[in-house]
């Protein structure tokens, strides 16, 4: 009886499972955090990993000044490609190398990729250095199997999705080093994610007129006024709950005052605050008019209070990602396969984070997120300490994406 596909890819993943959980060790120990985002000696080590698996490592550095305009030090995005025939769609896999910063309270040495009873801790070891192993076994495995005749394979592996991703999958996209027909983005869960929030970031700047504490009636308090803002946006935050999204998976937009600072001294009345809030948009929102919205909140908030100016910059704007037509094809097998691998039923849903795989979408390639994860975000410690990783888990989610990609690229 002829050995079928499933069973080819299953054998080989089985077979180099202490390779792949040496692989995730090895990029976990060798920080990345963003920021301070200096992540070109990660990715170095990366493509010393890849190279050694026979897989051929395009270097693109990204400028010095380009990442500096960016908040970063250094990026480079490493690029994989593979043709197993002439025709067919490629198929682009985006996993992210940059991570933020481990934080207090972890159990264990976050950068010493530490397991315990089939689970790997460590930053990164979910979000996402995992799919840099997903996604380069899953294209050994099928490079093993031997059964593909037509189609491409790409890694997209890049290092400032948690700075925007402008520098990352954005970059190589608008340069041209790569026109995909279908996009992986690294994953967080079983559940195959084809929606998630939009983000928007706003620098608000409150100004007016320093004094002494002793005549305060001669200046004009900035932190007075932007108090007054805050409870204007305060006010409006409350009012997001109403707005309800269809997306299984995402509830409601919502705000955030995340970091605030001004002043000269306690004896000075304030000539200047500053605060950034953020601001998550579900994918029915339009970030143009979420934006102006804001703007107007703001600015009515300091409409006539006498010898106070406000200033409203833009940091970041990541818009929504939503299905591209024809993604339904590449959902349709995910879950198929995902739910039979997994053992459970996958299907489809949205999450209230953003991420890179707008960029594709945006970019007209059909997209959706999925690697390797748990049942669920929360159980990953994804952003938390003691993050991990069942790695029974990294090896399923590898076959996935495999069987997947057979099947996808396999069809006439």
Same mark, same amino acid.
Request: aromatic share 6%; net charge negative.
């Given at each position: 009886?002829?050995?079928?596909?499933?069973?080819?890819?299953?054998?080989?993943?089985?077979?180099?499972?202490?390779?792949?959980?040496?692989?995730?060790?090895?990029?976990?120990?060798?920080?990345?955090?963003?920021?301070?985002?200096?992540?070109?000696?990660?990715?170095?080590?990366?493509?010393?990993?890849?190279?050694?698996?026979?897989?051929?490592?395009?270097?693109?550095?990204?400028?010095?000044?380009?990442?500096?305009?960016?908040?970063?030090?250094?990026?480079?995005?490493?690029?994989?490609?593979?043709?197993?025939?002439?025709?067919?769609?490629?198929?682009?896999?985006?996993?992210?190398?940059?991570?933020?910063?481990?934080?207090?309270?972890?159990?264990?040495?976050?950068?010493?990729?530490?397991?315990?009873?089939?689970?790997?801790?460590?930053?990164?070891?979910?979000?996402?250095?995992?799919?840099?192993?997903?996604?380069?076994?899953?294209?050994?495995?099928? =490079?093993?199997?031997?059964? &593909?005749? $037509?189609?491409? #394979?790409?890694?997209?592996?890049?290092?400032?999705? !948690? %700075? +925007?991703?402008?520098?990352?999958?954005?970059?190589?996209?608008?340069?041209?080093?790569?026109?995909?027909?279908?996009?992986?983005?690294?994953?967080?869960?079983?559940?195959?994610?084809?929606?998630?929030?939009?983000?928007?970031?706003?620098?608000?700047?409150?100004?007016?007129?320093?004094?002494?504490?002793?005549?305060?009636?001669?200046?004009?308090?900035?932190?007075?006024?932007?108090?007054?803002?805050?409870?204007?946006?305060?006010?409006?935050?409350?009012?997001?709950?109403?707005?309800?999204?269809?997306?299984?998976?995402?509830?409601?937009?919502?705000?955030?005052?995340?970091?605030?600072?001004?002043?000269?001294?306690?004896?000075?009345?304030?000539? =200047?605050?500053?605060?950034? &809030?953020? $601001?998550?948009? #579900?994918?029915?929102?339009?970030?143009?008019?979420? !934006? %102006? +919205?804001?703007?107007?909140?703001?600015?009515?908030?300091?409409?006539?209070?006498?010898?106070?100016?406000?200033?409203?910059?833009?940091?970041?704007?990541?818009?929504?990602?939503?299905?591209?037509?024809?993604?339904?094809?590449?959902?349709?097998?995910?879950?198929?396969?995902?739910?039979?691998?997994?053992?459970?039923?996958?299907?489809?849903?949205?999450?209230?984070?953003?991420?890179?795989?707008?960029?594709?979408?945006?970019?007209?390639?059909?997209?959706?997120?999925?690697?390797?994860?748990?049942?669920?975000?929360?159980?990953?410690?994804?952003?938390?300490?003691?993050?991990?990783?069942?790695?029974?888990?990294?090896?399923?989610?590898?076959?996935?994406?495999?069987?997947?990609?057979?099947?996808?690229?396999?069809?006439?």
């Amino acid at each position: 009886m002829p050995v079928s596909s499933h069973v080819s890819l299953h054998a080989f993943i089985a077979s180099q499972q202490d390779a792949m959980r040496s692989m995730l060790a090895e990029l976990v120990k060798v920080p990345s955090d963003n920021p301070p985002g200096d992540c070109a000696p990660h990715a170095a080590r990366a493509a010393q990993l890849l190279e050694a698996l026979g897989l051929e490592v395009e270097r693109h550095p990204v400028p010095e000044a380009e990442c500096r305009a960016n908040g970063m030090i250094s990026c480079t995005n490493l690029i994989v490609r593979h043709r197993f025939g002439p025709g067919g769609p490629v198929v682009a896999l985006n996993a992210h190398g940059d991570v933020v910063a481990p934080g207090e309270g972890w159990s264990v040495d976050p950068y010493a990729a530490v397991v315990k009873d089939g689970v790997m801790y460590g930053r990164g070891v979910a979000v996402s250095k995992s799919d840099f192993v997903t996604y380069a076994y899953a294209l050994l495995a099928l =490079k093993a199997a031997g059964n &593909l005749k $037509r189609g491409a #394979i790409e890694l997209h592996l890049t290092y400032d999705e !948690e %700075a +925007g991703g402008a520098i990352g999958p954005e970059w190589i996209l608008a340069k041209g080093l790569s026109k995909p027909d279908y996009a992986f983005s690294a994953g967080f869960s079983y559940a195959v994610t084809t929606a998630h929030n939009g983000c928007l970031h706003l620098e608000v700047t409150v100004s007016g007129k320093s004094a002494h504490a002793a005549r305060p009636d001669t200046g004009h308090d900035a932190l007075e006024a932007a108090t007054a803002v805050l409870n204007a946006l305060y006010a409006y935050r409350d009012g997001l709950g109403a707005q309800r999204s269809q997306v299984p998976g995402i509830v409601s937009p919502s705000m955030v005052v995340g970091l605030i600072k001004g002043g000269i001294n306690t004896n000075v009345v304030p000539d =200047k605050v500053s605060f950034r &809030l953020d $601001r998550r948009m #579900i994918p029915e929102e339009q970030p143009e008019a979420v !934006e %102006a +919205g804001l703007r107007e909140v703001i600015a009515k908030a300091v409409a006539g209070l006498p010898g106070i100016s406000v200033r409203v910059d833009r940091i970041m704007l990541a818009r929504p990602f939503s299905a591209v037509p024809g993604v339904e094809k590449l959902i349709a097998i995910l879950t198929q396969e995902a739910t039979r691998i997994m053992g459970v039923a996958v299907g489809t849903e949205g999450i209230p984070l953003y991420t890179d795989a707008r960029h594709y979408s945006a970019a007209g390639i059909k997209t959706v997120l999925y690697g390797a994860g748990p049942r669920n975000l929360l159980e990953a410690n994804g952003h938390r300490a003691d993050e991990k990783l069942i790695l029974t888990d990294l090896y399923k989610a590898t076959e996935v994406v495999a069987s997947t990609l057979e099947k996808l690229l396999g069809e006439a």
